[in-house]
C-alpha cells in the first residue's frame, strides 16, 4: 500500500504563496511516498546492479535518478550506487524550481539542498553534486556512471571519428557528446543545452556516460547496447611481482594494491606512459590526486618517502614500480583504492599510438578546490572508519 503523505518542505522565500500556502507544498500536497512501490524497488534493483560492474563505477562515483509527479529521487552525495538495495541512499527533490535556478544562474543549483523534500529525506544526506544535470534531462529515468570503456574513447583526440564510428552500430539510439566542465553547474549547463532534444546516451568527454529512458527496462537495454558499441579490448601485461612489492613497501606507508587488476597500470610501458602524462577524468584527481610517483630501480617506498620530506613535499597517494606493479597509500579508503583500478582499466583500454586529450592544471585546481568534493571525500573517510 502507498504511503501518503503531507508535509512542508524548506524553500526560499520567492515560492511563497501570497496567502501563506506554500506554492512547491501546495503542489506537492499529497502525492504518494514512492519508496515501498515495485518500480522503485526496480529503480534500486537497477543502480545497484550498475554499481556493482567495476567497468562501470568505480566506488562513489557515478549516480542514477528517478522522476515522477515532479519529484526526482537521486542519488546522495558520496554514496555508493552498489549499496542502493541495502542503505538509504536516494534523496527526493522538486523538479522544475531546480531546473529554473539553472537556467537562471542561480546559485543554489550548485548544490540543490535547496529543492531537498525535507520531510521524505530520511537519510539526511545531501544530493549529488551532479543533481542539477539529472533534472534538466527530461527523461524520468537517468543512469550516469563512469564506463571505463566510455573513458577510454572520450580522452583521445580522435574522441568523435572513434565514437561515431561504434555508435553507428546502434543506430536506434540517439546521443551527444557534451565537452568536459567541471562537474555540477558547469556540466548541467552543458548538458542541459542538449536535454531538449532527449538523447537517449550522452558521452561525457574525460569524464563518463550518461543513459536515459521512459522506463527502468528501457535504460537497461540500452546500458547493453552501448555497452557492448563502446567495448573495447585491453592491452596484455605481465604479471605483478607482489612478493617484491611487499619488501619495497617495508617500512613505509603504502602497501601492494589489493586488488590484482590494479597492477596493469605499472606492468606496460604504455600504460605506465597514458597513467604519467597527467589526469584523465575527474575522479582519478579527487581520490588520488594529481601525481602519481615513480620508484627507480633498486628504491624503496620509504627511501622515496624521506627524499621527498626532506624536499617538503607530500608523498603522492599511488607509487609506480615499473614491470613490478603498484603501491598504494596506507592513507587511502577503500574509495580511494578503486580508482587505482579504474586507472588501470582506462588506460589498458586506450589504443596503441593515441593521442590524449588531458584535463588542464585549472580543470584539477577546480576539482581540488571544490568544497562539493571535499565534502565527498569526508563521507568516503567516515565511511572507512565505520566500516574498520
Not at 21 to 35: H, I, Q, S, T, Y
Not at 212 to 231: P, Y
Request: a negative charge.
Amino acid at each position: 500500500m502507498l504511503t501518503i503523505f503531507n508535509h512542508i518542505y524548506m524553500i526560499a522565500p520567492e515560492f511563497a504563496h501570497p496567502m501563506g500556502v506554500n506554492k512547491r507544498e501546495e503542489a506537492f500536497m499529497g502525492k504518494p511516498d514512492l519508496r515501498g512501490t515495485d518500480v522503485f524497488k526496480g529503480f534500486l534493483r537497477l543502480s545497484s546492479e550498475i554499481g556493482n560492474d567495476i567497468l562501470k563505477t568505480q566506488g562513489a562515483g557515478g549516480n542514477t535518478s528517478f522522476k515522477q509527479d515532479g519529484v526526482m529521487w537521486v542519488k546522495a552525495s558520496g554514496t555508493w550506487l552498489a549499496k542502493a538495495e541495502a542503505e538509504d541512499i536516494m534523496v527526493p527533490v522538486v523538479v522544475d524550481p531546480l531546473v529554473s535556478a539553472l537556467r537562471e544562474g542561480d546559485s543554489r543549483a550548485e548544490k540543490s539542498t535547496d529543492f531537498i523534500v525535507s520531510a521524505l529525506n530520511s537519510s539526511g544526506l545531501r544530493p549529488s553534486i551532479e543533481t542539477s544535470f539529472h533534472a534538466a534531462l527530461n527523461s524520468p529515468v537517468v543512469a550516469h556512471y563512469h564506463c571505463v570503456n566510455a573513458i577510454a574513447l572520450a580522452v583521445l583526440e580522435s574522441r568523435d571519428s572513434e565514437l561515431a564510428a561504434r555508435m553507428s552500430t546502434v543506430p536506434e539510439l540517439t546521443w551527444v557528446t557534451i565537452p568536459y566542465r567541471r562537474p555540477g553547474t558547469p556540466l548541467a549547463g552543458e548538458i542541459e543545452k542538449a536535454a531538449a532534444a532527449r538523447p537517449d546516451v550522452l558521452i561525457l568527454f574525460n569524464h563518463g556516460i550518461i543513459v536515459c529512458g521512459d522506463t527502468l527496462e528501457q535504460v537497461a537495454d540500452r546500458i547493453e547496447r552501448v555497452t557492448k558499441a563502446l567495448s573495447c579490448g585491453t592491452r596484455e601485461t605481465i604479471k605483478a611481482d607482489v612478493a617484491a612489492l611487499e619488501k619495497i613497501a617495508e617500512g613505509s606507508g603504502f602497501h601492494p594494491a589489493r586488488d590484482p587488476a590494479s597492477h596493469a597500470v605499472a606492468l606496460s610501458e604504455i600504460n605506465r606512459k597514458l597513467a604519467l602524462g597527467g589526469s584523465l577524468y575527474p575522479d582519478h584527481v579527487i581520490f588520488l590526486g594529481t601525481e602519481i610517483g615513480v620508484l627507480s630501480e633498486g628504491q624503496s617506498a620509504e627511501d622515496f618517502q624521506a627524499a621527498l620530506h626532506d624536499a617538503g613535499r607530500a608523498p603522492p597517494k599511488m607509487l609506480i614500480v615499473p614491470d613490478k606493479g603498484v603501491l598504494l597509500s596506507s592513507s587511502l579508503t577503500a574509495g580511494g583504492e578503486v580508482m587505482a583500478r579504474c586507472l588501470a582499466e582506462v588506460v589498458g583500454r586506450i589504443p596503441d599510438g593515441s593521442k590524449v586529450v588531458y584535463l588542464s592544471e585549472e580543470d584539477e585546481y577546480e576539482l581540488t578546490h571544490w568544497e562539493a568534493e571535499q565534502y565527498r571525500q569526508a563521507l568516503d573517510r567516515g565511511s572507512a572508519r565505520q566500516t574498520a
